[in-house]
């Protein structure tokens, strides 16, 4: 049932990235290609970024305007139709009900077949958002977006429950899936290189360590660049 929903109707994917920026390191060069392949793909960005500056004259409040422009160019270059942001302090998210609560309005809202995130389960260093994020994310999904008992105002503002098909996860110490970005890495460059503030003087050694690491995912596949992620299909 859940395929044939699948393959009637343009395929909707939702990308729910903790920082700006997150999603074209993690996914970029995949999000292009999908979008090339005619899915429909919007963000939902977590947090507004506003801790990501080493430079002392930097205000927080700037920050995440100066991030936010950033996050919309690079979501354009991509093909992305959409970008929401939830406005979150940087390093500040909680696994708490109410964000939890707008994340499973926003799946009902939108009803993604596909949703990427991180992988909660990246072990050691992980930044606590990225963490929170996938977890909450995950638990969105699944059970509470599914049931119509839980945040049952949804369902009275006239948003019905809704199953996610399919969850892909970057960054995880475990790959399963590998997607050919040989043909929009120039896009996943270009977008990332929109986040010039966080980019700053590292540009030319972030590309190349960009490139490195698509060259050494792809290589086991015999693809020349590819992005890496752990997928789990969800059966209801
Ligand atoms: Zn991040």
């Not at 302090?89 to 009902?108: C, N, Q």
């Not at 995130?117 to 990246?122: G, H, I, V």
């Not at 369902?155 to 790959?175: C, K, M, Q, T």
């Not at 043909?183 to 929109?194: G, I, N, P």
């Amino acid at each position: 049932m859940a395929r044939s929903s699948m393959e009637e109707s343009k395929i909707r994917v939702m990308v729910v990235t903790p920082h700006p920026d997150d999603a074209e390191i993690g996914a970029g060069g995949t999000i292009a290609s999908w979008v090339r392949h005619g899915r429909e793909v919007i963000y939902v960005v977590c947090t507004n970024g506003d801790k990501g500056s080493s430079d002392p004259d930097m205000t927080s409040e700037r920050l995440a305007k100066i991030r936010e422009q950033e996050q919309r160019e690079a979501a354009k270059i991509l093909g992305v139709s959409e970008v929401i942001f939830l406005g979150h302090p940087d390093g500040g998210l909680e696994d708490t009900p109410a964000f939890r609560g707008e994340l499973v309005r926003l799946i009902r809202k939108h009803r993604p077949n596909i949703v990427m995130t991180a992988d909660p389960y990246r072990r050691y260093l992980w930044h606590r958002d990225h963490r929170i994020t996938s977890i909450v994310t995950l638990d969105a999904i699944f059970p509470y977006a599914r049931d119509h008992l839980s945040y049952p105002g949804h369902i009275a503002e006239g948003l019905a429950p809704h199953r996610v098909n399919e969850v892909y996860f970057w960054g995880s110490e475990d790959p399963d899936t590998f997607i050919d970005i040989t043909e929009t890495f120039s896009l996943k460059l270009a977008a990332l290189m929109c986040h010039a503030s966080q980019v700053g003087q590292r540009a030319e050694l972030l590309k190349q360590w960009v490139e490195e690491r698509a060259s050494k995912v792809g290589q086991s596949q015999g693809i020349p660049l590819a992005e890496a992620f752990r997928r789990i299909e969800i059966i209801y």
